[in-house]
Structures are given as C-alpha cells and as structure tokens.
C-alpha cells in the first residue's frame, strides 16, 4: 500500500512537472557565470510571472554559446564577450546586441603574494608576474574569462605565455580553475560572482586573496544578442519579449537586487 | 571539508525529501536510458545474430569495424550527434537537438555496438552442432534465430547489462546533445557535472550516489527476472 501511495506520488509530480512545461518557454544560450552564480534561477520565476515566458537555459562557454546562435539552437544569447559578439553581428550571425548589465573581474593570487602585484593596474600586475615567472591559472577554455585574460595580456603589451611552464591551462570552469590556483599558488582572473561563491565555500581558508581589483580594464559586460530572421525556427517574438523585460525597469532592478552571500553581484546599466 | 560523509548525509536527504530536481533527472536518466538501451537491443541483437551466425565475404571486416567502434569517444558521439541535429544541419528539421529523444539517438550509437559486438561473440560461440541439429529437425530460419538467441540469453544478458552500464552514467553526449536543460534534458550524470562545475563537491557525490543505488535497483530487477526465468 505504501509502495503504491510513493507510485502515485511519483505520478503526480511527473503530470504536475508536465503541465508546469506548458506556458511558452524560451531556450536562452548563455555562459556558466549567469547559472552558476544562481541569477537565473533567481530571475525565472520574476520572468514567468512578468512576461508568462518559462525561461530555460543552455550554460556553456561563450565560444560554444555563440556556436549555438549561430546554428540558431536558441532563441536568444546573453553572454560576455564585447569584442566577439560585435564580430559575431558583423557577419551577420546577429541582429542587434544590447548592453543591459556588468560585473567585473579581479585578480586574485595567493596572499603570499610572490610577484608583488597587489593595488597595481591590471597590465602592471601581469607584468610584474611575466617577470617572476610565478604560476598563472588560465581558464584555456575560451570563454568569456579567457577571452578577457588573453586579451589583458595583449594590452599590457605582452605575449600570452601560451607554451610557458608557469602558465597552467586549465580548460575548465572558474571554479575549478580557482580550486587549481589554490592548490598550486598561483594568480588567476575571476568574475567576482564564482570569487564570492568560492569564498564563502572555503570560508578564508583557501589561500587566496584578491590582489587587482577595479580597474576600467576588468569591466565584464554583458549583452543580450537577438538572432537574425534567417534563424526561422526559432521564438522571435518572446525574445523580443525577454529582452525588453531585461531592459525594462523591472527587470533591471531585479538584477541588482539578486545578492550572494549579501554582496550585490551584478550592476545593471541598460540605456535608458 | 569532508565530501563523502557530507555527500552521504546529502544523497539520503534528496531522496526521503523526494527533491523535485534530483527525481526530475533521475527521471531524465530512467528515460533516455530506456530509449537507448531498446534502440541499442532492436539493432543490436538482429544484427549480432546475423553478424556471429552467417558466414559471408567482408565479415571479418564488419566484425573489426564493429570492435573498434566500441572505442569511439563519447565527447565525438556527441559532436557528431550535434552536427547532424543542429537547426542547420542535415537532420536540424527533426528538432532533436537539446531533447531526451536526441539524447537517445547518441546513447544508442554508444550502446549499439556493445550489444551487436558480444551478442555476435555469444553466437559464435554456441555449438555449431545446435544449428545442424536443428535444421535436420526441420527449423525454419526465424526457429532457428530465437532457438540460437534462447541458447545465447545469457550472453545477451551480460551484453545489456554492459550496454546499461554504459549508457546511465555516459556525461558527454548528454551534456553536448542534451544541454543539460533544467527539468527537461539534466540527466543525473548532467547534474553531477554542474554541481562540480559550481563547486558543490558535496552535492555531486550525493547524486553520484543517487545514480549507482538506481543502477542497483535495475540491477537487482534483472536479477529477480532472471530467477522467475527459473536459471
């Protein structure tokens, strides 16, 4: 009799995750720091109830995200990689690309600090780890993150030290890469939301700490991208719909009120 | 910091609070995991029989073929499957991509040489004075391939057994076809990836554990039907 009660349970929630799926869902292509930070999960239920739009997510890199909209897998990208997505609208992949919120980067390293970076510039603080040689974290996985790094590198003037011994590539996720930096003492660059999500998990005792921070350089913005009318199949009336929502208001004061452990993670900076 | 106890502790609480995300995968996992393994046994088990039974020019070929796709990277499963149901490719029309059913089609590919390579193995294997005996009793040819797979069962048995083992804990094919879609697509393997990914070590392992005591539960199932079976 039991057994059969948990059957039936089991039952009911199948039916009722069935019928929850039947209000218009759009499929956002988006990068792992929007899901893993949790501003997704937090903003879907305000987008359901605002827009009737069940929002649904594919969260990879931002090279892989951008594959996606151009094979029009989605229906709309929200991802961080300014100088990318402009060459993805330049060829025509996109139709329009609007800012709507940023974070930002920061250096961080062990509190060691052995190349003597810390309060210094972004270019500077590379430099001066060129110059010790001191172990560097690289995502190498071209994402948005490793896009940034490779591209600091470039404008502190220097070669990304793709073959030097002391720069570990690691080609996965910021918070494996963060685990890795730990473990081995060496710097890394992270969006402050995985840094502050890392932190409260290592409650201080990892060893690491930030070292650069604020600079104009480590800016992270984010763009929504809608997809051109060659992409057919796909929504584009409610990403039309989700993107106003994100641009709206409403939506952006949303985003500045999703905190993690009480620190406000994103600064929303839409036109007005 | 202790991962196991902790994802222990973690992997009860998600089952006796029936947490509506953990069953949304599992339940994910139970289904593409079916599809596959009935697609994987519907090809599989007709063409290892014909494959192990018949003797005919380039069969030698098939059968290497066949063994070395048994070592076909699932990450290259998934970026074929990809390639082929993506919106602009050749099969984009389908809408496969990003569903359970696409997700089935790459596990098959995954499954579907495990079945066909050992039901052709068992096949081969069984006395050859079986077919003679029963082509001189008068067996038609359809007699002949169910008294040849009665007398392979357990062979086959193990066959599933691997291509299950396989095809429940397979990652990239899923994550790559599937796009681990929260209530739709996240597979439990799917789920395990991101918790890593998020740095909820915990969380993962709790799920890991989730997956092998319903690999178990399937296992045991097996093992009852079996014991009906009267072996």
Redesign the interface.
């Known amino acids: 009799m039991r057994k059969f009660s948990l059957v039936l ?2 039952i009911a ?2 039916v009722f ?1 069935g019928s ?2 039947a209000a218009e869902s759009i ?1 956002v292509g988006t990068t ?1 720091s929007t ?2 930070t949790g501003l997704l999960d937090y903003l879907a239920p305000k987008i359901l109830k605002d827009t009737g739009l069940e929002m ?4 990879v890199g931002t090279g892989q995200a951008l594959e996606h909209g151009k ?3 989605v229906d709309i990208l929200m991802v961080h990689a300014p100088a990318a997505e402009k060459k993805f609208i330049a060829e025509g992949h996109g139709l329009n690309r609007t800012e709507f919120m940023f974070n930002d980067f920061v250096l961080v390293g062990p509190a060691k600090d052995p190349a003597n970076i810390k309060g210094k510039s972004a270019a500077e603080a590379l430099k001066a780890v060129e110059a010790k040689q001191a172990f560097f974290a690289s995502r190498g996985d071209d994402s948005g993150t490793d896009k940034r790094e490779k591209s600091l590198w470039k404008n502190a003037g220097l070669v990304v030290p793709d073959k030097a011994p002391w720069y570990i590539q690691v080609g ?2 910021m ?2 890469t ?2 890795i930096s730990a473990e081995r003492g060496a710097y890394t660059l992270t969006d402050r939301g995985t840094w502050i ?2 932190e409260a ?1 290592e409650q201080g005792k990892s060893g690491l700490v930030i070292l650069s921070e604020g600079d104009q350089a480590l800016r992270n913005q984010y763009s929504i991208i809608l997809l051109p009318p060659t ?1 057919s ?2 929504k584009h009336e409610a990403a039309r719909k989700l993107q106003a929502w994100f641009l709206s208001p409403v939506g952006q004061k949303a985003i500045a009120d999703f905190k993690l452990q009480g620190k406000q993670l994103f600064t929303p900076n839409a036109a007005k | 910091m202790d991962y196991f106890s902790e994802g222990l502790a973690k992997a009860v609480q998600l089952l006796l609070s ?1 947490d ?1 995300e953990t ?2 995968a599992v ?1 994910a996992t139970a289904e593409v995991t079916a599809l596959a393994l009935a697609g994987s046994l519907i090809m599989g088990l007709p063409l290892g029989f014909a494959l192990g039974h018949f003797r005919f020019p380039g069969r030698r070929a098939v059968r290497l073929f066949m063994d070395w796709m048994l070592s076909l990277p699932t990450v290259v499963i998934g970026l074929i499957v990809y390639a082929l149901f ?4 050749p099969l984009g029309e389908w ?1 496969f ?2 569903t359970i059913p696409g997700m089935a089609v790459g596990l098959t590919l995954l499954g579907l040489p495990i079945i066909l390579t050992m039901t052709a193995t068992a096949v081969e294997s069984t006395d050859v004075r079986l077919t003679e005996t029963l082509l001189s009793l008068g067996a038609d040819r359809t007699q002949l391939l169910f008294a040849t797979l009665s007398e392979a069962r357990f062979a086959m048995a193990l066959a599933s057994a691997s291509a299950f083992g396989r095809i429940v804990s397979e990652v990239g094919i899923a994550m790559m076809v599937g ?6 697509t996240r597979t439990i393997t799917t789920a395990i990836a ?1 918790e ?4 909820e070590f915990a969380t993962g392992i709790a799920l890991g554990i989730v997956l092998m005591l319903v690999a178990l539960v399937v296992n045991l199932f097996v093992a009852l039907l079996r014991r009906r079976a009267g072996s």
Do not use: E, V
């Open positions: 349970t089991l929630l199948l995750a929850a799926a499929l792992t899901a893993d649904r997510w594919i969260a094979n029009c897998d996965q996720g918070m494996m963060l685990r999500a890392y998990k992409c199949k796909i | 029936l509506p069953f949304s339940w993506t919106t602009r490719g809408g991509l990003f796009g681990n879609i929260k209530w739709q991101l890593t990914g998020r740095g």
